[in-house]
């Protein structure tokens, strides 16, 4: 039904000269956050569900805000300049270590004990995935001339911002989860 209205919708466009670069980009953006954000779900419905959301999104900002923090402090040396030019290599060292940091701290609130070693590790895989998600989205931005994403996927920029590493690390973390669940 989706894809019909899609394409109706280009019936009164007066210029189709890009109608399927317009749906393709409409069903893309679709298909990309409910497919990725659909893994907080699975997350909440494995046991002690709710604690390995808290901790997945906790621990995914904490990077966030740990790049961002040490970026603005330290940033000298680009990372990706050509795709997002304000990101450094400190703010990535930062950000993974503000991932580590938080995991490290939640290690005693989670259904399951790991080891202080695999805890660590974790906090840096999600780290390292919530860069590749936050450098993905800013690629999608270059690519289309936009300098925020509300221009990508109009009334979904703000959200995208806020979500993107989140929307990388929740498939990884899932899949960790059944492995070691």
Not at 19 to 42: H, N, P, Q, R, V
Not at 97 to 113: A, K
């Amino acid at each position: 039904m989706g894809c019909l209205f899609l394409f109706l919708l280009q019936f009164f466009h007066k210029d189709n000269s890009r109608a399927l670069e317009g749906i393709s980009l409409t069903l893309f953006g679709i298909l990309y956050i409910s497919w990725f954000l659909s893994f907080l779900i699975k997350i909440r419905f494995l046991e002690g569900g709710a604690l390995w959301v808290a901790y997945l999104i906790a621990v995914t900002k904490a990077g966030d805000v740990g790049a961002y923090t040490a970026g603005t402090l330290f940033g000298r040396h680009g990372l990706i300049p050509h795709i997002s030019p304000k990101k450094s290599v400190e703010g990535m060292v930062g950000g993974l270590l503000g991932s580590m940091l938080v995991s490290f701290l939640l290690r005693h609130v989670l259904p399951l004990h790991f080891l202080l070693i695999h805890i660590l590790l974790l906090g840096f895989l999600i780290g390292v995935v919530g860069q590749i998600g936050d450098l993905s989205e800013s690629l999608m931005k270059r690519s289309c001339n936009a300098k925020d994403s509300g221009r990508l996927l109009p009334g979904m920029g703000g959200f995208l911002d806020a979500v993107d590493s989140i929307l990388f690390t929740a498939p990884i973390f899932y899949f960790h989860l059944k492995i070691y669940l």
